[in-house]
């Protein structure tokens, strides 16, 4: 199992940017897909970005195509969320998530999560 930490939630206005930070312990890093997903007030939790092992590969969701970037950097075993234009939509708790999944695959069936941290887009 790895432990995950995020950072860098708040409060914006919308067409503003924020950038989410998760830290990973515990286990090798470079061995995870790693994900962003969100959970909005009355929603159920959604995918929003993924990104393979190696960075090779990433998957977002529709609704944030263009305007999100995932990445990550494995000497310091963490993955990023720039979110750029914001929307009074995207606000929600994200949480990161951690999966083993093969060289380039984008995929969570069993991840672990971190706690969340709570983005909240203004209008």
């Known amino acids: 199992q790895v432990q995950l930490v995020e950072s860098g939630g708040g409060l914006v206005q919308a067409g503003g940017s924020l950038r989410l930070s998760c830290v990973a312990s515990g286990r090798t890093f470079s061995s995870y897909a790693m994900g962003w997903f969100r959970q909005g007030p009355g929603k159920e939790r959604e995918f929003v970005a993924g990104?393979?092992?190696?960075?090779?590969?990433?998957s977002y969701a529709d609704s944030v195509k263009g305007r999100f970037t995932i990445s990550r950097d494995n000497a310091k075993n963490t993955v990023y969320l720039q979110m750029n234009s914001l929307k009074p939509e995207d606000t929600a708790v994200y949480y990161c998530?951690?999966?083993?999944?093969?060289?380039?695959?984008?995929?969570?069936?069993?991840?672990?999560w971190g706690q969340g941290t709570q983005v909240t887009v203004s209008s």
């Open positions: 990104i393979s092992r190696s960075g090779g590969s990433t």
């Open positions: 998530a951690a999966d083993v999944q093969p060289y380039n695959i984008v995929r969570f069936t069993t991840p672990d």
